[in-house]
């Protein structure tokens, strides 16, 4: 079965510090992985996404790795701000499996930043 | 470049009333198309995918339904809502073979 796990689940830092949310899946095989930032109410807005051939991404201070020998992939906050504050969903597209739409979600990682 | 409008952002409704929300995408031709619930503190839950004009895929039964009267319009009814129809929804696009969905703002929807 297709699955998709986030850690940690949530997770308090300092502004100003960095921080690594992890992503590991099984999907198989795989297509390509999202990583996407979702403000509290509002519908999740795409940060990355890789393909099996790309390791690392950039997106401003955001920073996404994909390992797809190991199935993980993570994604680095570098002097995270206070808007930083939300919920990141790591999602993987396979050619089979997943859900209908071929996707499986993770269920995120709540970030809060603090003052 | 591709935009998504999703409306309302935020409805109130009686229990036993009926439901309409609408999604349109512009930039775009021939999209998929969903809606997606989320419920708080779990991932998100595909209702339905579509392909094209009148084709409509659920994927769990439910007291929903959902139409696509145009390439690019998506909407999501219900005739009579229950408590449990609460939570938010969210519309998507993707281009076809599976892309990964670009996702509308959401609705909050909260049946009393």
């Known amino acids: 079965k297709n699955q998709v796990e986030q850690s940690p689940q949530s997770l308090i830092i300092l502004e100003g510090k960095n921080c690594t949310l992890q992503?590991?899946?099984?999907?198989?095989?795989?297509?390509?992985l999202r990583w996407y930032k979702q403000d509290t109410g509002r519908g999740p807005v795409s940060l990355t996404i890789m393909t099996f051939s790309e390791n690392t991404k950039s997106n401003g201070r955001y920073t996404a790795t994909l390992d797809a020998d190991t199935k993980q992939s993570s994604l680095h906050i570098t002097a995270s701000q206070l808007s930083d504050s939300a919920s990141y969903i790591c999602v993987v597209s396979g050619y089979s499996g997943g859900g209908a739409d071929g996707l499986t979600f993770g269920k995120g990682t709540h970030l809060i930043i603090q003052p | 470049s591709q935009t998504i409008h999703q409306w309302p952002a935020t409805l109130v409704q009686p229990v036993g009333s009926p439901l309409s929300l609408e999604c349109t995408v512009e930039g775009t031709s021939n999209p998929n198309l969903y809606w997606y619930r989320q419920a708080a503190g779990r991932g998100l839950q595909l209702l339905f995918y579509?392909?094209?004009?009148?084709?409509i895929s659920s994927e769990v039964p439910q007291n929903l339904s959902a139409s696509r009267p145009q390439d690019r319009q998506f909407i999501l009814s219900s005739k009579k809502l229950l408590l449990s129809d609460s939570g938010f929804y969210l519309c998507?696009?993707?281009?076809?073979?599976?892309?990964?969905?670009?996702f509308g703002q959401g609705t909050r929807l909260t049946v009393v």
């Open positions: 579509s392909v094209g004009i009148g084709q």
């Open positions: 992503c590991n899946y099984t999907v198989s095989p795989f297509s390509n």
């Open positions: 998507a696009w993707s281009l076809r073979d599976r892309g990964l969905p670009f």
